[in-house]
């Protein structure tokens, strides 16, 4: 398909301005002035808004496919919270309006979602204070990385590392990394962490853990009350990664089990739309040692009923955001979490953890399940054995593209080969599960009788496998070639 | 129960598959102490009552002020068709394109993307956005770290946004480098004692254009004087008036950075808003972030990848170039459409619209006797006033009557408490100004 730039005729208007007949030139002098006009496309609305309802054709979504993306809980988002936040009391306001000194009185529905928001997710994972601030879970590691580092800081404690599992995501190590840790990673056993690499690593120069729990591979730390001892002993602080909070809402918190830190992925558990690769929204938990250290600002609620920003927390790590988070997507969770109540919260990591496992025992005699116990809201396949042929999960992924599902999660967790990690969640139905089995079988049976056909799905979208060896020697990142 | 489909039969069939007779049998592994002490959150509400909730929050906000608030975050019109575009479920219910074959869209949106803010800025390559314009600089900062091997000085300018400069040394703090900040003038970029303090040891300095002052300069010397010196010169930008103003290409910077709220965004009482971080060829392998290439298929098609994946972690975990895996692609998505349906002259018109009503606010502000502009360099749409009382006040006093009359910057600048940051964008009228020039006269009489 054309690019914009490619359907772009000279002088052609889209939305018409007409705002002014003067020149830039009128207020500023032309050394200022940049030498030519930028070269954007000049369309008509129309074709504006042709191309992009013709390019939103050549993508999968929640929408109109299974997305069983691991890692990722693709659940359907809800579109009354869209709603929710289009409206104009909202989207209007301007972040710095909060901060006027006599205005504060114009902001309090704003302020009061925070507010609450706050103590509800405290009450729903156990922790004592929470920042809405980060803007997505790496952003959430980052700033639980760095509430850390200053909480050893404040203690005059001498600790340089952090530990992470081998089965954790990419981002934990290369958040500690960029809050100034040295990373420690330790191998697992039996798909968990092994509490002897764990005390191995343990010297006193360890600051926190990073743990994913459930894990990445679904499975729950069976370890983890040991585990929390341990690291308390040496006074390190755990860490809590959220991608997998769908597995346990309502029926663990992570601060009764000991976690002193956590980020929340609200576009995962709390079902805001990913947009393709965000905007997400990482809020950050802390115990109540830690609280001081939470980034400013911070909602306070006056004796009166007044909510107002406090900046007044000398021991902050300061700000992670211009202002207070991505405010638009809090609304959307917000709102999914008071449709869904305790009850629905519940409800939902139920039937996340029923439908993997369901998924799990029915696809055990269609690929190799490395721990094929009862999992957790997700589980991993491997696409190895005789019976393939030498398809790849490579190729299954793509040969489910051509069946009309988006492909779960391959590659990942690194620890197993020919990973393929699937999570259903709770939003789709029976049918659908089912209509994915068949899906799988008949695509491993193929595989049996004619891997070729699979080897050169998809066939049925606009484009085949394309070529990611040119693509990063060619270089080509934007219309113009600018690199070489 | 809202979105959990399963009927009570089906529920009892999947259990029975997987060999389990309650739900409960599948949490085993979780230990009873464990169990939460409590789960206090009210129980579930109907969409309409939620709705009906969200609704009377909203009307605790007053947005119906007339507000001169700008500070780097802006209130410009936005077309309809962006709202309608976006909230196509092919887009937003998409997540990473992981899957390039049934991603094209989004990918191709972003390669355009990509397009856009590379010939806006002057610059050879981009990403895919990162969160917002001051984890940008923080960004581009750490490239210039990066590149530099050993140094560890940061330089920058006083006149940079004091809120992104809070946010660096917040994000520096456990870093071993050194922010060095060069005082403004009187609100001016002090370009002079910004090139003294750049030397050998500098890896990166890092200004704003226009400065948080609204002040606009050409800041080609300083970005030649950091490249004879071997550091990376940063520069921030507004970029809608960058349809107007000298690219940071054209000043020879290393990287340029911005938050592109002014793009295609609501306020949205501080975000999502998205970062854009623009560099030079001989950076992109510093970049943090998703790019897109373009490449073919089996059948020589055109199609769009995630490409230089190699700085990601997902494979080099800690010695990736960056922690950020993901974009605010929704919001790169709004900034895209924004610049196709306003194209090249509707961006220029809006932003000479601003400056026009930006440069009749200063001259009616400034008839009023005791106020007076506090530098009188060239800006856009922003401009700073010094008062003959506490800026504070006068906020106050107007916004009761309906009009915030800008930023008191005594707010962030020690010294400046006098002083008020005034916006203008196309959504002002002569009137609106003309109202709040005569409240204000009529306050200081």
Redesign the interface.
């Known amino acids: 398909m054309k690019t914009m730039f490619e359907k772009s005729t000279p002088c052609r208007q889209g939305v018409c301005q007409n705002l002014t007949t003067s020149k830039a030139a009128d207020f500023l002098p032309r050394g200022l002035l940049r030498s030519a006009r930028v070269r954007l496309p000049e369309l008509g609305e129309l074709d504006v808004v042709r191309h992009f309802t013709r390019l939103s054709r050549r993508n999968f979504g929640v929408d109109g496919n299974f997305y069983p993306l691991g890692s990722c809980t693709m659940k359907y988002n809800p579109k009354f919270t869209e709603v929710v936040a289009a409206l104009p009391g909202f989207t209007r306001l301007h972040p710095l309006t909060a901060q006027l000194k006599g205005a504060g009185h114009f902001t309090q529905g704003a302020l009061e979602v925070m507010y609450d928001m706050e103590h509800l997710l405290c009450e729903i994972t156990g922790m004592a204070g929470y920042t809405l601030h980060p803007m997505a879970g790496a952003h959430g590691e980052l700033t639980g990385a760095m509430i850390i580092a200053a909480y050893h800081k404040a203690k005059g404690n001498k600790k340089t590392k952090i530990i992470c599992p081998d089965s954790a995501h990419g981002t934990n190590p290369a958040s500690a990394a960029l809050a100034g840790f040295e990373v420690v990673n330790i191998e697992s056993k039996d798909g968990i962490v092994d509490p002897e690499a764990l005390r191995a690593a343990l010297t006193d120069d360890v600051a926190g853990v990073m743990l994913t729990c459930p894990n990445t591979l679904g499975l729950f730390e069976r370890h983890l009350p040991e585990i929390v001892r341990m690291i308390h002993d040496v006074d390190a602080l755990l860490y809590y990664d959220g991608a997998n909070m769908n597995a346990i809402m309502g029926k663990m918190r992570v601060g009764d089990a000991g976690f002193d830190v956590v980020h929340l992925n609200l576009h995962k558990t709390f079902a805001t739309p990913h947009g393709g690769g965000g905007p997400g929204s990482g809020p950050v938990g802390v115990c109540e040692k830690l609280v001081p250290f939470l980034p400013i600002s911070r909602v306070k609620k006056l004796e009166d009923g007044r909510y107002i920003l406090d900046y007044d927390h000398p021991q902050s790590i300061g700000y992670m955001a211009p202002f207070y988070g991505n405010f638009g997507v809090m609304l959307k969770a917000y709102a999914y979490i008071l449709r869904l109540g305790r009850e629905g919260l519940t409800r939902a990591t139920e039937y996340a953890v029923l439908s993997a496992n369901y998924l799990r025992k029915r696809l055990e005699d269609v690929l190799e399940i490395p721990y094929n116990r009862i999992c957790m809201h997700e589980f991993v396949a491997s696409a190895v054995g005789d019976a393939l042929n030498g398809v790849r999960a490579l190729d299954i992924a793509k040969a489910l593209l051509d069946k009309g599902h988006h492909a779960p999660t391959i590659y990942f967790p690194l620890i197993v080969k020919e990973c393929i990690m699937v999570e259903p969640t709770e939003t789709e139905c029976k049918d659908t599960l089912d209509g994915f089995v068949d899906d799988l079988i008949e695509i491993v049976q193929r595989a049996g009788t004619d891997p070729d056909s699979v080897k050169a799905s998809p066939v049925t979208l606009p484009v085949s496998r394309l070529d990611e060896t040119k693509a990063a020697r060619d270089m080509v990142l934007t219309d113009d070639c600018g690199c070489e | 129960?809202?979105?959990?489909?399963?009927t009570e039969e089906?529920?009892r069939?999947?259990?029975e598959?997987?060999?389990?007779t309650s739900?409960e049998?599948?949490?085993?592994?979780?230990?009873r102490?464990?169990?939460?002490?409590?789960?206090?959150?009210?129980?579930?509400?109907?969409?309409m009552e939620?709705?009906a909730?969200?609704?009377?929050?909203?009307?605790?906000?007053?947005?119906d002020?007339v507000?001169f608030?700008g500070?780097?975050?802006y209130?410009h019109h936005i077309?309809a068709?962006v709202?309608?575009?976006v909230?196509?479920?092919?887009?937003?219910?998409?997540?990473?394109?992981?899957?390039?074959?049934?991603?094209?869209?989004?990918l191709?949106?972003i390669?355009?993307f990509?397009?856009?803010i590379?010939?806006?800025m002057?610059?050879?390559?981009?990403n895919?956005?990162v969160?917002?314009?001051?984890?940008a600089i923080f960004e581009a900062m750490m490239m210039g770290v990066r590149a530099s091997k050993k140094r560890n000085k940061l330089v920058i300018s006083e006149a940079l946004s004091p809120?992104?400069r809070?946010?660096l040394?917040?994000?520096t703090?456990?870093?071993?480098l050194e922010l060095v900040t060069v005082p403004h003038k009187q609100g001016q970029t002090d370009i002079r004692a910004l090139m003294d303090a750049v030397d050998t040891d500098t890896a990166a300095v890092v200004v704003q254009n226009p400065n948080f002052f609204g002040q606009?300069?050409?800041f080609s010397e300083l970005c030649q004087h950091a490249r004879a010196v071997k550091a990376t010169s940063v520069i921030s930008v507004y970029p809608l008036m960058?349809?107007?103003?000298?690219?940071p290409g054209?000043m020879g910077a290393d990287v340029a950075v911005a938050?592109a709220q002014s793009l295609g965004q609501?306020?949205?009482?501080?975000?999502?808003?998205?970062g854009i971080m623009a560099c030079t060829?001989q950076m992109?392998r510093q970049l943090p972030g998703?790019?897109?290439?373009?490449?073919?298929?089996?059948?020589d098609?055109?199609?769009?990848?995630l490409?230089?994946?190699?700085r990601?972690?997902?494979?080099?975990?800690?010695?990736?170039t960056?922690?950020?895996?993901?974009?605010?692609?929704?919001?790169a998505?709004r900034t895209l459409?924004h610049?196709?349906?306003?194209?090249?002259?509707?961006?220029?018109?809006?932003?000479?619209?601003c400056?026009?009503l930006a440069?009749y606010a200063a001259k009616r502000l400034t008839d009023i006797p005791g106020v007076e502009l506090l530098t009188d360099g060239?800006f856009?749409n922003e401009f700073a006033l010094k008062l003959p009382v506490s800026a504070?006040e006068v906020?106050?006093?107007l916004?009761?009557r309906g009009y915030?009359p800008g930023?008191?910057l005594g707010?962030y600048y020690e010294g400046l408490e006098n002083c008020l940051l005034v916006a203008c964008t196309?959504k002002h009228t002569r009137e609106d100004i003309g109202i709040m020039a005569e409240m204000l006269g009529g306050l200081l009489k």
């Open positions: 129960m809202p979105y959990v489909p399963h089906e529920t069939q999947m259990l598959t997987v060999g389990v739900m049998e599948l949490f085993a592994d979780i230990p102490h464990l169990r939460p002490k409590s789960f206090d959150i009210p129980h579930g509400l109907s969409e939620v709705m909730r969200m609704e009377r929050l909203a009307a605790r906000n007053k947005v002020l507000s608030l500070a780097g975050f209130d077309p068709a709202d309608a575009l909230s196509r479920g092919e887009f937003y219910t998409a997540y990473t394109p992981y899957q390039p074959e049934a991603s094209q869209g989004t191709q949106a390669f355009e990509q397009t856009a590379c010939r806006l002057d610059m050879d390559c981009t895919a956005s969160y917002d314009g001051g984890s809120i992104y809070i946010m040394s917040s994000y703090f456990n870093l071993n606009v300069n050409d960058q349809s107007v103003l000298k690219t054209e938050d609501p306020l949205s009482f501080g975000g999502p808003y998205l060829k992109v998703r790019i897109v290439g373009r490449t073919v298929d089996g059948q098609r055109t199609g769009y990848v490409t230089l994946q190699a990601e972690q997902h494979i080099r975990r800690q010695k990736a960056s922690n950020i895996c993901s974009n605010q692609a929704l919001c998505l459409i610049m196709s349906l306003l194209g090249p002259g509707g961006l220029e018109q809006t932003a000479t619209r400056m026009e440069h060239p856009c504070y906020v106050d006093a916004t009761e915030v930023f008191p707010r196309e």
